[in-house]
């Protein structure tokens, strides 16, 4: 999406410029002055946005280090070590897993808050300031009270679980007969529960960010649609929901997934201060294998090629989704 | 189709009493108008009516049926929204078919894919295609089926909401301004086949306007309401040769009755502008105003001086007519008087005439805004 749309206006300019016959009549041909008035905007472009990600494409082919005076060309080793390597194969499940979580998790959760909270006839202002929270906070900040909650024998999450042993919770739950008999989860340090504790705070980060841009779509409603649909016999809320709020918010809808599906990829911040990438590799996320290769490792050239990867899944989704735009989605 | 009978609803928003205690009976088959201007409480009665907002106090009963309590969805009343309210993602065809769908097929039929799989869906899917079809015949909309709503004209979309009230065979159809989105010359036009439509489906209407012209041209009786009541109620004709009340005789006319001052002498004879009227009325001394249409003016342009002196100051041509502005004996009052093409032509603007009321045409208001009658000669 942001690829796509920093391209449209100099191509637009470059359209009105050709059909000005006349303005640049001082010998420099018809048509000339449409190039100069685009030119600032394409320089710019190129600049800052073609010329560093063609130099990392560029990179990515390399075994440049940082300080080093010279590079090899390595052609596509790069690449192959990234398919063959158990390592980034675990990078790309950890991302995979993030983004496949968060993103529909964080979307259902902040509709239905956004749905609960405009139902309501008071402290609707309350709730929104409380889901809005930690999308204001500094995630960095909060990831460390996440580690400190979650932590195995210090936290708060551990120690309100083992209140429950005893009560015969125990034996309905297995969870719970393990977690009493020996010990609860170390989650971050534990590699099958890592992932699922970023995600978590990943959704809990989240979802009042999408919370807040349902809760604009949803004013953008016209009421008058919810009354057509309760004439035409839309008795059921969920009659309503299907014929009127989810088409309605569509165009909301494919921007919640676009940033958040963004935003999930780039997930950074909780698992370099919580995890750095363990257990295992298990929470071993795409930004974080850039950070580690390329600036920890001064292993340039790989950073590159993971962060060409990396673009292309942002690209592609970018396509898929404009695909959706113009065959799906409805804009008043 | 439904007798809807309104017993002493209110409804008030906070402190502010928006219907101050409505009494109507609405005939079955009937169409009735409530005409009032921006503000009066018509609007929040038709959505009172159609469960949309609940009244403060009072009842609502279709057919007999108090239903006060019943939600929108069963009072089997359809509407036709200002806005249209079209779902604006869905085509025509599907538009049309919604309300069908929701009343005829179950909830798991019309569950997506799944409700593909129950067995006699495609028969219901079969009769609802063949009532959709059956109603754009009839609203010359069946070329337009496909269309979804952001590619229809406003004349086209006001068609499709009709069409999509029309599907159900509702017992009412309610009306919410459906015609002021729209321009003139079409609005005119769709005031007759709205009229032919009512005839045609025999069912009762609920119109609400604040165009006088059309609860006037459509209806078979029409309500004239003002902040919150109902000042009069009748068929237009009546209400137009025969208001009750002041507010009513401003309101329904175009271009409006002209009012002046008058007063009553102890015998109850009215002077108006310096003119004596014939009739009298009974009580004493009194001030009162006079009102008098601007087609029940005659014009006098010869020598005569019966009637007001009146100095034309801009003529209107409406083709068929003219309407002249202007003032009484240079004075404050200002009067339209109707004239025909040819009288108009021969007078000059800035001219004294003469004009003078035709002869039982006037009618007489009280310091209360109430009619006053004159006594029978």
Known sequence: ?332 | MARIALGGITKSFGETAVLKGIDLDIADGEFLTLVGPSGCGKSTLLRIIAGLEGQSGGDVAIDGQVVNRVRPSRRDLAMVFQSYALYPHLNVQENMETPLRLRDLGFWERFPLLGALLPGRAAKLRALRAAVAEVAEVLEIGHLLARKPGQLSGGQRQRVALGRAMVRKPVAFLMDEPLSNLDAALRVHMRAELAQLHRRLGATFVYVTHDQAEALTMSDRMAVMMEGTILQLGAPSEIYRNPQHRKVAEFIGSPRINLMPAEADRDGRVVAQGVPFQRRIAGGARPVSLAIRPEHLTLDCGRGNEGWPFTPTHKENLGADFFLHGHLNGGATRMVARATPEQATGIPLGREIRIRPEAGAALLFGADDCRIRFLEA
Not at chain 1, 42 to 47: G, I, P, Q
Not at chain 1, 90 to 104: E, G
Not at chain 1, 169 to 193: H, M, Q, S, T
Not at chain 1, 230 to 244: K, N, T
């Open chain 1, 1 to 332: 999406m942001a690829l796509a749309e920093v391209a449209a206006p100099p191509a637009a300019a470059r359209r009105d410029g050709m059909g000005r016959q006349g303005i640049g009549a001082r010998g420099i041909g018809p048509g000339a002055a449409g190039y100069w008035f685009a030119a600032p905007a394409v320089l710019l472009m190129v600049v800052i946005l073609i010329l560093p990600v063609g130099i990392a494409a560029l990179l990515s082919f390399t075994d440049y280090s940082l300080g080093n005076d010279g590079a090899d060309w390595v052609g596509t080793a790069n690449y192959e070590r990234m398919v063959g390597s158990s390592t980034y194969t675990r990078m790309l499940w950890a991302t995979a897993t993030y983004v496949l979580v968060v993103v529909p998790v964080s979307i259902a959760l902040g509709l239905g808050a956004a749905l609960l909270i405009n139902s309501l006839r008071r402290f609707g202002d309350v709730y929104k300031t409380i889901y809005f929270l930690p999308v204001m906070a500094a995630l960095l900040a909060m990831a460390i009270v996440w580690e400190f909650s979650l932590h195995p024998t210090l936290g708060i999450v551990n120690d309100t679980l083992a209140s429950f042993c005893g009560t015969g919770i125990e034996k309905v739950f297995g969870f719970f007969a393990d977690g009493c008999a020996r010990n609860f989860p170390l989650w971050f340090g534990d590699k099958d529960y890592a992932i699922w504790a970023v995600c978590f705070i990943g959704i809990w980060q989240a979802f009042g960010f999408n919370m807040v841009l349902y809760l604009a779509g949803l004013t953008g409603v016209h009421r008058d649609l919810y009354h057509a649909a309760e004439m035409d016999g839309a008795a059921r809320a969920w009659d309503r929901f299907r014929l009127v709020t989810w088409p309605m918010l569509g165009p909301t809808t494919v921007f919640v997934v676009t940033i958040t599906t963004i935003r999930s990829f780039q997930v950074f911040d909780t698992v370099e201060s919580i995890t750095q990438g363990g257990p295992a590799k298990t929470t071993f996320v795409m930004m974080y294998a850039i950070y580690e290769k390329a600036i920890k490792q001064n292993l340039i050239g790989m950073g590159a090629a993971i962060t060409v990867v990396f673009l292309l899944f942002v690209l592609l989704l970018t396509l898929v989704q404009r695909h959706v735009v113009e065959k799906r989605v409805h804009y008043a």
